[in-house]
């Protein structure tokens, strides 16, 4: 299945909890496509490649496909996630409220600078790297949220693999080369922005 | 040109760039391909998008390609930039080297919280929100980065439209139906843990 597809389903899962939000039962894959600048026949195309989920006249009942969506992406459950690296980005990504209303539960944060160690950031007592390995089993936690420096980070994603994540959500500007047991999905926010200038330019060019 | 070729340009511009630190003048498109888990196929055809940059038995020139990339993505100049909320995550971005390193430069920073506006952030004094059409013009910024609330995206994001800048780069999870003349790249961190998930589940179910 194409990468682009599976970035859309979370689009349009959003986009279905927010017409949810406003009390809409339905919605049409024109009005759903309108909603995110695509055509009606690639909202169809996206959900044929998972199922038959539109009612002739009707559309796409929200809720129901919300609850397709989340399976299909595997956010029908609770992810037990960690968050390492407790510094300015992360402090403020332990803050940020969309991970749990989208089935991410971070439950444990870890540094290794002794005035962050022991501090609690929303709620979230930050434990000593060390500890890793020992919380990651005790909690059961599959996800981690890499959000180091770069220079650090290859190091720590090693522990993250030796302790049996199995994925690791990449915010430090560096790739990491991981057994293939281990899922990476690497933000690089500066890469964002060469997305956003790269659009910028070419809608000049027009 | 598909999107997800620009947004391997920057995969490419990041090893490139590394690779340059670590003293190597040229890669062939088998070793590039190889650290960022492509065929060599798929290198040189991305690369033929653009042009012929390769030299038979040599491979790629490090340096000559990164420049050739920047030209590309538009980020061989100064993007000159503003951040719009500075809460925790807004706050988080200031601090983040990589913006500058890859040709942004976030000139001026704006909220509307009476403890936040006047506070300076890595050298930066954040200013009301009220200036910023001001401050967009004076600075010539093109680019905005919105770190605000969800349920302030959408008006804070009409005043940057009237403002007149170019690009805004979406931290908010919101969808932003802005101007054809506005781009806009949405980051929704959520979303990123979601193809994590997905990717975690499709490898449990082989």
């Known amino acids: 299945m194409p990468k682009a597809v599976v970035s859309r389903l979370s689009l349009y899962l959003r986009e279905l909890q927010a017409l949810v939000r406003d009390d809409n039962k339905t919605i049409s894959s024109t ?9 009606d026949t690639q909202v169809r195309k996206d959900f044929a490649c998972f199922g038959q989920f539109g009612y002739p006249g009707i ?24 968050m390492v690296g407790c510094g300015n980005l992360g402090q403020a ?9 989208q089935g991410f539960s971070v439950q444990a944060a870890f540094d290794i600078a002794p005035d962050i160690v ?3 950031f929303c709620g979230l007592k930050v434990d000593h790297l060390d500890s890793l390995p020992a919380v990651v089993a005790e909690k059961g936690i599959q996800l981690a949220i890499l959000a180091v420096p770069a220079d650090a980070a290859i190091e720590v994603a090693s522990i993250l693999v030796k302790s049996g994540v199995s994925g690791v959500l990449n ?17 690089d926010l500066a890469m964002e922005l060469e997305q956003l200038a ?9």
Chains 1, 2 share one sequence.
């Open 59 to 82: 559309g796409y009942r929200c809720e129901e496909l919300i609850g397709e969506i989340r399976r299909i992406l595997g956010t029908d459950r609770i992810w037990p996630a960690a």
């Open 93 to 101: 990504l332990l803050g940020y409220r969309g991970f749990q209303s």
């Open 118 to 120: 022991g501090s609690n």
């Open 31 to 39: 009005k759903l496509g309108r909603l995110l600048g695509l055509t």
């Open 198 to 206: 790269f659009a910028v330019v070419k809608k000049g060019e027009k």
């Open 171 to 187: 915010f430090a500007p560096v790739t990491l080369n991981l057994p293939k047991s281990v899922s990476v999905v690497g933000v």
